[in-house]
């Protein structure tokens, strides 16, 4: 089961330090493992939801280090596609896995993969038995998809403004966090009503 | 991408003012209260999750608009059921508030799932929808039930025992229904139309296989239509969390957790499970052995479809990840019933047949790999050829791949203590492992960390010192590999790489195979290293270079830590003289050096502590290092480490060989070092040397001669020109007046010590009782007789 889908900054950011993250979207599935574990039990709903979002902000920074590690290793130069370029911009994205030690921040361990594309990163986190090959194609997926439907290569902030849409993305190709074994058909009929639901 | 826009859209959202605020709910609960819904009322609902998410305090909401917000869950439009549920996911939910799960509301369920607030609250989720499994009804809309099993793996992940026995049943019964029995024929298509109209058209179309074959043979995931039925779905949806319903409630092999012990119809026991593998069609079969049966039935035709040729990319990719997930729940259900390994093996070598040519099916081998492990001792199967792979030719050729990278660490990680038992190869893949390490060390490192203590073994510890202090030269080489293959031969390297060209001579060739060798054990290291070091100068400011020259300190104490636990005497010498060796043969980058003379420090004086004997054993080399009075100025910490251990461990109460021979010349060396560093400014480029390390001398010096009351006139003899030279206020060694006068004051102490050598000899050579103390233990020194002492002393008779 995939944890949380995020979508945040990997570029500065005036307002934050060099090491935050500015969080545009996210999505976590489930239930809050802090109402079920045993030494966070005593906390109050309000204090789960801080603890919650204080988790996610945890794994943004370390995908964005990550990811500036990944380019600056690289050395290669970033290229700046615009829209209608989508396909390009995610050819040239970077691409990697992080491991997430148990407690740092999930109670248990975890794998972040992510995708850079240009000043922002999408992040996957799974559990780590889960088909890493087939997160990684949900992943490419998702990305594209909101590229696409929300317009984010030009300079408007459809992501923030539209975040309905990335919800009934998700709820068609990532449901309550299952990953989905699905042939060209399956996500063909898919993407249809997908399609039909951003056109509203 | 990110636009200003963006960032002052946040800023309104966190910063709005209480009034508005309030101005703005009323206004939206307005528009919530007329029949009809606009686009108004959709932007002003985004607006309100923004408002909600763009803080990490919560804010809670007017009492009248959240019910509001909670009946619009049901309505008939989506985009206000998403945005309702996405609302009161970022607010507290209401007191009393009693939200029942609507089994065609996806959107409602996802509330329930994140507002659930203990174990309770997702039991009770889990039994509204099973019944709602249950109660079935015919000519469903589409998609209605297909979110259940999502939110089912949910509720697994977090709390397995929320199913009760009854619950588990069922749902096995459903999911081999769905994996082994969903329809063969193609559902009506959403397309359907067009130029086939009238009967023909309704009779049913079987399904087809990826390469437009028809198919012969039951549903799978990798099987297509025009359009699927609702168990077409279900079908595609079970698989998808197969493999962690198995690991769930299948991974001990009569072990379920029990809620409802009652409950004994259809249990399987131990017994039935052993026979369960060769007679699985003639006697009844419990729910869990079904599932079983029906995933290893699944996962064989999986295996075979995916040798299929796919039309279309996705459907390539789909078929690789179809490969691993089968992999993975036959070794789970080989786990759980080993009778089933026989029937197995044979599938999966052939498998790994197949694919061992072929680099880009990599990812596969490694679940396959798993399951040697797992199960080929039992089948007596030859595991070589994997090992093989995955120890020699991944590292080799696939270390740029991250995800690769990950996937192998993590099963290295997982699997060590078994792999140290029975793959000999493990332990000598060391230099090809760190491949991994010095192309992507930030994404690795947390790995090594836990893996390097396994690599460490008496044998290779020496050779993997050399290694680990190599990281950075392995990085480069790494990088000229890849640079050296993708740009022509040809084209002459002129942007100043001249390490290319030194890279691709074949009289240099040698010095970088054996940086890239695969297998630990032809040699600890080159004689030619400080040749390589130079070839490879120009890399000190790569990135990835750079990156990986910060990981090897810790890696470095991780080696240290693992080693003085095993090695013997004979070793921790060795190991001494590398670090003396190798102090002043490394790649130079900036900082990487001092970081490592300071770790060597470090361990350099566990080490002695650990053997003091090891100090008059190695006496002549310690010597050398410290009679070197260039060691000074380019390796000062581990200068005056050495020199404090030679002073503190060479005396007879450490070794008994210690003669007073050998303290004079070490007493002779260091005095004359100590002369030079004093008596004139620092050779031209090097920095002044700490006042530390002039201290260290003294003590050294001071420690020596009460050990051999001969040497304490000399001592002396220094401690007056030092006080000579220093009441001319400034020196040319010591740069900071303070600094000057603490070191004269320094040797004040030692002089004034050494005016009573028997004293001096137990304050500078303690014997070891008053340096390990044991207070209370000790008779020496427990409480009661000192008092008594005290007591008789003061008492007059």
């Known amino acids: 089961m995939v944890r949380c889908f995020l979508i945040h900054t990997v570029c500065p950011v005036s307002a934050l330090s060099s090491a935050e993250s500015r969080i545009l979207y996210s999505r976590v599935f489930g239930p809050d493992e802090a109402a079920l574990t045993e030494q966070q039990r005593g906390l109050s709903a309000e204090q789960r939801r801080l603890l919650q979002r204080e988790k996610v902000a945890v794994v943004a920074r370390q995908v964005k280090s990550a990811v500036y590690l990944c380019r600056e290793a690289s050395g290669r130069a970033l290229l700046e596609a615009v829209p209608g370029e989508e396909a390009l911009a995610l050819q040239d994205a970077n691409s990697g896995v992080v491991r997430l030690r148990a407690g740092e921040p999930f109670s248990d361990e975890t794998s972040a993969l992510w995708l850079g594309v240009q000043s922002l990163g999408f992040t996957l986190v799974c559990e780590p038995h889960e088909n890493l090959l087939l997160a990684e194609g949900t992943l490419c997926g998702l990305t594209r998809h909101c590229l696409e439907h929300l317009h984010m290569l030009g300079q408007g902030s459809e992501v923030l403004l539209r975040s309905n849409r990335i919800d009934a993305l998700l709820s068609r190709l990532l449901p309550h966090g299952q990953l989905l074994f699905l042939n060209h058909r399956f996500a063909q009929s898919l993407e249809k009503e997908v399609t039909a639901y951003m056109a509203k | ?797």
Not at chain 2, 166 to 178: A, I, P, Q, R
Not at chain 2, 499 to 525: Q, V
Not at chain 2, 750 to 757: E, F, H
């Open chain 2, 1 to 797: 991408m990110y636009s200003h826009g963006s960032e002052s859209l946040i800023k309104q959202a966190r910063e709005i003012q209480e009034s508005e605020l309030q101005k703005f709910y009323s206004r939206l609960l307005k528009l919530l209260q007329a029949k009809e819904f606009g686009h108004e009322t959709i932007d002003s609902l985004q607006r309100l999750h923004l408002i909600l998410s763009a803080t990490k305090y919560t804010r809670t909401l007017p009492t009248e608009l959240q019910r509001r917000l909670l009946s619009l869950l049901s309505s008939p439009v989506e985009q206000l059921q998403v945005l309702s549920s996405a609302v009161l996911r970022e607010t507290l939910p209401l007191s009393g508030q009693e939200l029942n799960y609507n089994q065609d509301n996806s959107h409602t369920a996802a509330l329930l799932l994140s507002q659930a607030g203990s174990r309770a609250d997702l039991s009770s989720l889990c039994t509204q929808l099973i019944r709602s499994l249950e109660n079935r009804q015919s000519d469903p809309p589409n998609h209605s039930l297909t979110h259940t099993l999502p939110i089912v793996n949910a509720i697994l992940t977090h709390s397995p025992e929320c199913l009760t026995e009854e619950h588990v049943t069922l749902l096995s019964k459903k999911l081999v229904d769905w994996l082994r029995y969903a329809s063969i024929t193609q559902g009506v298509g959403a397309s359907s139309g067009g130029f086939f109209t009238g009967p023909r058209s309704r009779q049913p179309v079987p399904i087809a296989e990826l390469d437009g074959t028809v198919s012969g043979d039951f549903f799978t995931v990798l099987c297509v239509g025009q359009g699927f039925t609702e168990d077409q779905w279900m079908n595609v949806f079970s698989f998808s969390m197969l493999r962690h319903w198995l690991l769930t409630y299948h991974s001990v092999p009569s072990g379920v957790p029990i809620t409802d012990t009652d409950d004994r119809s259809e249990f399987d026991s131990s017994v039935v499970s052993m026979v369960s593998a060769t007679s699985s069609s003639s006697r009844l079969l419990s729910p869990k052995e079904r599932v079983r049966e029906k995933a290893f039935q699944y996962c064989l035709r999986l295996i075979e479809q995916s040798d299929r040729k796919a039309h279309k990319r996705t459907d390539t990719d789909l078929q690789k990840a179809c490969l691993v997930e089968a992999v993975c729940i036959l070794d789970c259900v080989c786990v759980e019933d080993t009778a089933l390994v026989y029937r197995t093996f044979p599938c999966v070598k052939a498998l790994f047949g197949r694919l061992s040519s072929d680099l880009t099916f990599a990812r596969v081998l490694l679940p396959i790999a798993q399951f040697y492990l797992n199960h080929g001792e039992m089948a007596a199967v030859d595991c070589e050829s994997v090992w093989k792979l995955v120890f020699s030719q991944f590292p080799a050729e696939l270390f740029n791949d991250p995800f690769l990278a990950h996937e192998l660490l993590r099963f290295l990680r997982l699997n060590h203590e078994n792999l140290l038992l029975r793959v000999p190869q493990y332990t000598r893949s060391f230099p090809n492992l760190l491949k991994f390490l010095a192309w992507d060390s930030p994404a690795v490192v947390d790995d090594f960390v836990d893996l390097l203590p396994s690599l460490v073994t008496v044998e290779t510890a020496v050779e993997l010192l050399h290694t680990l202090l190599d990281l950075p030269c392995l990085s480069a080489t790494l990088v000229l590999q890849l640079r050296s293959t993708s740009s022509p031969i040809s084209e002459p390297s002129g942007r100043g790489l001249m390490s290319l060209d030194a890279f691709r001579n074949p009289a240099l060739r040698g010095l970088f195979l054996y940086l890239l060798r695969t297998e630990a054990g032809s040699g600890d290291t080159i004689d030619r290293l400080s040749v390589l070091h130079e070839l490879l100068a120009e890399a000190a400011d790569w990135p990835r270079v750079v990156q990986c020259a910060q990981t090897v300190p810790v890696l470095l104490h991780i080696f240290f830590n693992t080693v003085l636990k095993v090695a013997d005497e004979n070793l921790l010498t060795h190991l001494m003289l590398v670090m003396l060796e190798r102090s002043s043969l490394l790649l130079k980058l900036p900082t990487y050096i001092k970081e490592i003379h300071r770790v060597f420090s470090c361990h350099l004086l566990r080490l002695c502590k650990l053997h003091p004997s090891l100090v008059v054993n190695q006496s002549h080399e310690l010597l050398e290092f410290a009679g070197t009075t260039a060691n000074v100025y380019s390796k000062e910490e581990i200068f005056t480490h050495v020199v404090w251990a030679l002073g503190e461990y060479l005396s007879v109460s450490c070794d008994s060989r210690c003669s007073v021979k050998l303290i004079t010349s070490c007493f002779e060396t260091l005095e004359a070092v100590l002369f030079e560093i004093t008596s004139s400014s620092p050779p031209p480029g090097a920095a002044r040397p700490a006042p530390r390390v002039v201290t260290t001398l003294m003590s050294a010096l001071a420690k020596l001669a009460s050990r051999s009351h001969d040497l304490i006139p000399r001592v002396s003899l220094f401690l007056s020109k030092l006080r000579t030279a220093s009441r001319g206020g400034s020196v040319a060694w010591c740069s900071d007046e303070e600094d000057l006068v603490a070191i004269v004051t320094r040797g004040e102490e030692l002089w004034s010590l050494l005016k009573t050598p028997g004293v001096a000899q137990s304050v500078l050579t303690p014997p070891a009782h008053v340096t390990t103390p044991q207070w209370h233990r000790d008779t020496n020194l427990s409480m009661p007789l000192q008092l008594r002492t005290l007591t008789s002393l003061t008492h007059t008779q």
